[in-house]
């Protein structure tokens, strides 16, 4: 879909669906390419967001006016490639400047492809997002413009988030293990919906040994490595299409669930929560959500569009027994959190792994191994 002509000054046009248009110049590749457009407020770890599989089919807009001062490196990617549908910038930096930077992430997109524009206002096109909602977008460059007349209908025949099952587009196909970092304390069954990098490293810190398993794994092929645990990862798309099977069986068998985000979708979903699509979705570094079991609150990451329809203020039932929102986000009180009471599973539908983010969350990888200790005692 792309060519990767890299020229600063090419003419670029971002169009949304509902036809509101902004000029600017080509970032990256040169071509044409097309998503649903959605805003992150992260003030640092763009090659984090980039390389973030959930992200598949989304063009991201950046809060942040400078983007690329600290340019690229060969250790902060969360997966082996960017996955970004298109990337829209204010201000790209000239020349990166970092001590780990290897090459600047304008040479990156053009490397792998990645169409994005620079030089508009985001601070306008996040407001009409925020007004709107998240829509399609398309953003052309080069011979993309050449038939100026047709952007948006192009736009408008891009497939919608809603109803698009994208885990397997992302997911390993092959079963790999990451090992325990020092002694060896419990095996995990990884379901890979869209996995982070960070998130197998942060269980192996903590002596979990993670056998990561394609999204198209079976009950047996879950139960074949005797887990401890079972996680369920992050990943694109819409959680209303995702297939229960496993997930039921494994809280029907009362081994220990974790689920991160996606993951959280899905266990409320088995449970028999509704999901729904937010407005614009919650993106970004910042965000506070509080744990109304500790009543701490904490600053997290986030990266979802969709969310859990649970209600905050009763425990409900479950065909698993009592089910509580656990977390909620003080910005706006959308479900952050699931825990059954009766069962050893919890999920939170923000970032523990904090690639990028802070590091406020991490207890819940603790709270994961407790749940794997006290199910052997
Ligand atoms: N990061 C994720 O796992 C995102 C989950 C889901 N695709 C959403 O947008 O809400």
Not at 250 to 265: A, D, H, K, M, W
Request: proline content about 5%; aromatic content about 6%.
């Amino acid at each position: 879909m792309t060519t990767s002509t890299r020229a600063a000054t090419t003419p670029a046009v971002l169009v949304l669906e509902d036809g509101r248009t902004f000029g600017g110049r080509a970032y990256g590749a040169v071509g044409e390419t097309f998503g649903e457009a959605v805003f992150s407020t992260g003030m640092t770890g763009y090659q984090e967001t980039l390389t973030d599989p959930s992200y598949h089919r989304q063009v991201v807009v950046m809060t942040a006016p400078h983007v690329g001062n600290t340019g690229v490196n060969d250790e902060d990617s969360e997966s082996s490639r960017i996955w970004v549908a298109g990337y829209v910038v204010r201000d790209p930096a000239r020349v990166p400047s970092n001590w780990r930077s290897q090459r600047s992430l304008d040479d990156e997109l053009t490397a792998q492809g990645v169409v994005g524009i620079s030089g508009i206002d985001t601070r306008a096109l996040t407001r009409h997002l925020r007004e709107r909602g998240a829509m399609r977008v398309g953003i052309f460059s080069g011979n993309a413009l050449a038939d100026e007349g047709t952007l948006i209908a192009r736009v408008r025949q891009a497939p919608e988030m809603t109803g698009a099952d994208l885990s397997s587009e992302v997911a390993t196909e092959q079963a790999y293990v990451v090992p325990a970092i020092g002694e060896k304390r419990f095996t995990v069954a990884a379901l890979d919906l869209g996995i982070k990098g960070m998130t197998p490293r942060r269980m192996a810190e903590r002596g979990i040994e993670v056998h990561v398993l394609p999204a198209t794994a079976t009950v047996e092929d879950v139960y074949a490595i005797a887990p401890d645990g079972v996680f369920l990862s992050n990943g694109p798309g819409d959680p209303a299409t995702a297939d229960l099977t496993v997930i039921q069986a494994v809280l029907e068998r009362g081994t220990p669930l974790f689920g991160i985000c996606f993951g959280n979708q899905l266990l409320g979903r088995a449970l028999g929560f509704g999901t729904y699509k937010l407005k614009y979705g919650h993106r970004g570094i910042n965000q506070p959500v509080q744990d109304r079991t500790t009543g701490k609150v904490e600053v997290t990451a986030h990266n979802h569009g969709f969310a859990v329809d649970a209600p905050l203020d009763r425990v409900s039932d479950t065909p698993y027994g009592r089910a509580e929102v656990s977390h909620v986000c003080l910005n706006d009180q959308v479900v952050e959190g699931l825990r059954l009471l009766d069962r050893p599973a919890f999920s939170v539908q923000y970032h523990p792994e904090a690639a990028a983010g802070p590091h406020d969350a991490a207890y819940l990888f603790d709270r994961f191994t407790q749940l794997m200790e006290a199910q052997r005692a």
